[in-house]
């Protein structure tokens, strides 16, 4: 029988802009040596983005591409964001909290290898200011998502789904709070699935051996405080 831990990883590259909570979360998955992606690079398109020290505290490559220096040309922004990734033998890239919209010549370039978490039941609340969005709407069930990235803003197909309860005298940062913690849960069981090949783009599709199939609905949380 072969020991998993003995299994080749999966090159995993990381791009935050920030503080990098979700690339920490997926640091620390994967530092167990069963788990089957390895986080070989992170990549920020800010300098100053907290994450990178931490990546470089656990031994992670780090590299910056600033899109400040490219004068607006996202073309060339991006090609120097793939020429990076490409040189580290990545095979899978996973946003965390990556604050630039890529273009379709980038996305397309990663079908299928390229995944977003987004602080949203998608496909509800797309885009910016998604917990004070869900309040003002009134929902009783926000939450996040793990999808594949397409050239659509927040449209790709769902991998994994987490569900938190709106409670009375929520603000969009106690709210926002309670989600971060489901994200850095399905973040990295998201990531092991794709690494693993038992998730699968397929056809724009998400595909899942009948075996280990991800949790592609909200999971509903019971009950809820009255409001």
């Known amino acids: 029988m072969s ?10 590259a990381v791009l935050i802009s920030g503080r990098g ?12 040596p069963a788990f089957p992606a390895e986080i070989a690079l992170v990549l920020s398109n800010r300098p100053d983005a907290g994450g990178l020290d931490h990546a470089r505290q656990a031994g992670i490559a780090t590299a910056v ?24 033998d990545i095979e899978l890239v996973c946003l965390a909290g990556f604050l630039r919209v890529l273009t379709p010549w980038f ?14 039941l998608l496909p509800a609340f797309r885009g910016l200011d998604t917990h004070a969005r869900a309040l ?8 996040c998502t793990v999808h594949f990235v397409t050239p659509e803003l927040d449209e790709g197909p769902v991998i994994m789904q987490a ?20 994200e850095h849960v399905i973040y990295p ?39």
């Open 163 to 182: 569900a938190v309860p709106v409670l009375a005298g929520d603000t969009a940062e106690t709210l926002a709070a309670r989600v971060l913690a489901q």
């Open 189 to 227: 069981a998201a990531l092991a699935r794709v690494a693993q090949g038992t998730v699968r783009l397929v056809d724009g599709r998400v595909a899942a051996d009948d075996d280990d199939t991800p949790s592609t609905a909200p999971l509903i949380v019971p009950g809820l405080p009255e409001r």
């Open 65 to 88: 591409i600033d899109h400040k220096g490219f004068a607006g040309d996202r073309g060339a922004f991006e090609a120097a964001l793939h020429q990076v990734i490409a040189d580290k």
């Open 107 to 120: 996305v397309t370039r990663w079908t299928g290898r390229l995944l977003n978490i987004h602080p949203s």
């Open 21 to 32: 909570s979700n690339m920490v979360a997926l640091v620390e998955a994967a530092r167990d």
């Open 136 to 143: 003002a709407a009134g929902v009783r069930i926000h939450g």
């Open 3 to 12: 020991n998993p831990s003995m299994r080749r990883r999966v090159r995993t």
